[in-house]
Nanobody, 116 residues
């Protein structure tokens, strides 16, 4: 079965940190690169970070040096460590395959709100 379950979001102050988790089904995770995407109100969904099965990573310029993507292949889980959070990071965060997601299946996402 296809499954993507994101968790770990919440409300944090600017400069704070948050760690997101994504539990994926083997059908999506096995031998596939994974990525984190986000969608802010009124904006299109964008790729934030990606990681291959061997650990090679890629980040959108706005989060380089602040976010770190990682994966645990034994647990079919991908993580996103978010540091030095800014208000513009506020969005619903999703995980999916990378660089091409499974367009017909998205999880519920997890809300990240950065505000004082």
């Amino acid at each position: 079965q296809v499954q993507l379950v994101e968790s770990g979001g919440g409300l944090v102050q600017p400069g704070g940190s948050l760690r997101l988790s994504c539990a994926a089904s083997e059908r999506i995770f096995r031998s596939n690169a994974m990525g984190w995407y986000r969608q802010a109100p009124g904006k299109q969904r964008e790729l934030v970070a990606g990681i291959t099965s061997s650990g090679s990573t890629n980040y959108v310029g706005s989060v380089k040096g602040r976010f770190t993507i990682s994966r645990d292949n034994a647990k079919n889980t991908v993580y996103l460590q978010m540091n030095s959070l800014k208000p513009e990071d506020t969005a619903v965060y999703y995980c999916n395959n990378y660089p091409t997601p499974q367009y017909y299946y998205w999880g519920q996402g997890t809300q990240v709100t950065v505000s004082s």
